[in-house]
């Protein structure tokens, strides 16, 4: 397994994953909109096929997670969790104290991650997440100290 940043020619692996991740999921375009924007990084996993991405942006000492995505056949062997300490690390080193993602409140796998990384509740939003068909779903709001040494 190797975790690397992403780069452009990255877009379309990056896009793949997060489709299979996430209906709907987004495109390249969709993922270069948000890469190309202030503090924005990438970090991408790889074995012999990409297995997991996160995309996120540092600024003004604050961090935020955009999205993170792994290939279903990929999940529980540690490519969130690789993904998520990266980008902490990748956030503190761009000097953010914090760190802030969402995620939708009925991702019981997600939170759990969060959490063991040291992510606290801090708020909610309802009806963030449009699963279509007029359903939408709350999603939480986590906090990560980038000071407390939990990652």
């Given at each position: 397994m190797n975790l690397r940043p992403a780069q452009q020619a990255d877009l379309e692996a990056l896009s793949a994953v997060h489709r299979r991740a996430f209906t709907p999921g987004w495109d390249s375009e969709e993922i270069a909109d948000l890469a190309s924007g202030p503090?924005?990084?990438g970090l991408i996993v790889e074995a012999e096929a990409p297995l997991g991405?996160?995309?996120?942006?540092?600024?003004?000492?604050?961090?935020?997670?955009l999205t993170l995505a792994v290939d279903p056949q990929a999940r529980r062997r540690g490519v969130?969790?690789?993904?998520?300490?990266?980008?902490a690390g990748a956030a503190r080193a761009a000097?953010?104290?914090?760190?802030?993602?969402?995620?939708?409140?009925?991702?019981?796998?997600a939170i759990a991650l969060y959490e063991t990384q040291g992510f606290v509740r801090a708020g909610r939003r309802p009806s963030y997440y449009d699963?279509?068909?007029?359903?939408y779903v709350d999603a939480v709001v986590m906090r990560l100290d980038l000071n407390s040494g939990a990652l």
């Open positions: 503090g924005a990084f991405m996160i995309l996120c942006r540092a600024l003004a000492g604050e961090a935020e997670v969130a969790r690789a993904l998520v300490t990266a980008a000097g953010a104290q914090a760190m802030f993602l969402e995620v939708a409140v009925d991702n019981d796998g699963r279509g068909g007029g359903v």
